[in-house]
């Protein structure tokens, strides 16, 4: 499969990346949070770090759905990367249809019939402060348009704000 090239959010030229959280070190293709530790963060990077755990939230809950569907997930899948991206594929096709199925002869869905856990055990890593120049650009552009009119949602200043 690869990974797609850069794609351009208003006038922004932006990489597709992978979403962590403090544990990870700060890569071009691995986004982590603003430091909350350093110093008091401002407004754009409390939003940056807003959009950054709800798009984590929205992949762990997924891959949830998936675990508690498919007992592939419940262990390292060991095989070559072309089979795996098709074990993925194939999971979320079934996914699909059976919702789909289900859906329309008004029975429960697959992800309420599963027992809902949370599937992940905290990963600690070696972090590092010498993050690259270019992954901190990367980083304020992603945070530059989240605050843009192209990028902003009408509720995120009033969730940061309200938490902060």
């Known amino acids: 499969m690869g990974i797609p090239p850069d794609e351009d959010l208003a006038g922004r030229n932006l990489p597709y990346v992978i979403v962590g959280d403090e544990a990870f070190p700060l890569k071009k293709y691995l986004m982590r949070p603003y430091p909350r530790s350093a110093r008091r963060l401002s407004e754009d990077e409390r939003i940056?770090?807003?959009?950054?755990?709800?798009?984590?939230?929205?992949?762990?809950?997924?891959?949830?759905?998936?675990?508690?569907t498919w007992r592939v997930y419940h262990s390292p899948l060991e095989c070559r990367i072309e089979l795996a991206d098709k074990v993925i594929l194939a999971t979320v096709v079934l996914h699909n249809y059976t919702r789909q199925l289900t859906t329309q002869t008004n029975l429960a869905t697959v992800e309420e019939q599963t027992n809902e856990t949370n599937v992940f055990m905290p990963i600690r890593i070696g972090t590092s402060s010498n993050s690259s120049r270019e992954a901190l650009n990367v980083r304020n552009l992603f945070k530059e348009y989240f605050i843009s009119n192209e990028g902003r949602v009408e509720w995120q200043q009033r969730i940061v704000n309200r938490t902060a």
Do not use: D, H, P
């Not at 940056?48 to 508690?68: D, K, Q």
């Open 48 to 68: 940056f770090n807003y959009r950054l755990s709800r798009s984590r939230n929205t992949v762990e809950n997924t891959f949830g759905i998936l675990a508690n």
